[in-house]
T-cell receptor, first 109, second 108 residues
Framework: GQNIDQPTEMTATEGAIVQINCTYQTSGFNGLFWYQQHAGEAPTFLSY??LDGLEEKGRFSSFLSRSKGYSYLLLKELQMKDSASYLCAVRDSNYQLIWGAGTKLIIKP | DAGITQSPRYKITETGRQVTLMCHQT?????MFWYRQDLGHGLRLIYYSAAADITDKGEVPDGYVVSRSKTENFPLTLESATRSQTSVYFC???????FGPGTRLTVT
């Protein structure tokens, strides 16, 4: 079957760095996505990786290793507004997105 | 304003009733998707559409019907609502999945 695993919840301190991991087993791979979702709101697109390596976008970076079925989202200089759920999703061979259950990130002052 | 909108934003209905959730996008994106999101689950795909008059089932299609007569509209109908269909429903478009604001549906 297809499976996306992420930690359920993480806690970090304002100003620090946090890494949110995602492992996947899917039928085919056509890219990995990260989304941010604040409570009561819709998910918003953060990043897309299709090749191995690190993609940097401001305070956020996303890494992919296809051979290991592994990705992480790195958030630097954490701000209180980064408190949200972070969703990992993989596009499979049918070009459908398979979603993880999300990681709730709690930022403490 | 350009974007993707959903209506209604909140809906309470009774078991057995038919209810339609609307989704409208102004970008002319080909692909559109319907998801439901429940606590403890990731987003689950209900139906998707590659273009007008082309629709296909996702992971959890039972109890739902879709149509797409125009590119910009993708309504989702619950033919006979059940309590298990209480959820937050999101419409999205394109491969990167731009999401609408969601509809919170409660079936009593």
């Amino acid at each position: 079957g297809q499976n996306i695993d992420q930690p359920t919840e993480m806690t970090a301190t304002e100003g620090a760095i946090v890494q949110i991991n995602c492992t996947y087993q899917t039928s085919g791979f056509n890219g990995l996505f990260w989304y941010q979702q604040h409570a009561g709101e819709a998910p918003t697109f953060l990043s897309y990786n299709v090749l191995d390596g690190l993609e940097e976008k401001g305070r956020f970076s996303s890494f992919l290793s296809r051979s290991k079925g592994y990705s992480y989202l790195l958030l630097k200089e954490l701000q209180m507004k980064d408190s949200a759920s972070y969703l990992c999703a993989v596009r499979d061979s049918n070009y459908q997105l398979i979603w993880g259950a999300g990681t709730k990130l709690i930022i403490k002052p | 304003d350009a974007g993707i909108t959903q209506s209604p934003r909140y809906k309470i209905t009774e078991t057995g009733r038919q209810v339609t959730l609307m989704c409208h996008q102004t970008w002319s994106h080909s692909y559109m998707f319907w998801y439901r999101q429940d606590l403890g689950h990731g987003l689950r795909l209900i139906y998707y559409s590659a273009a007008a008059d082309i629709t296909d089932k996702g992971e959890v299609p039972d109890g739902y019907v879709v149509s797409r007569s125009k590119t910009e509209n993708f309504p989702l109908t619950l033919e006979s609502a059940t309590r298990s269909q209480t959820s937050v429903y999101f419409c999205a478009s394109t491969g990167e999945q731009y999401f609408g604001p969601g509809t919170r549906l409660t079936v009593t």
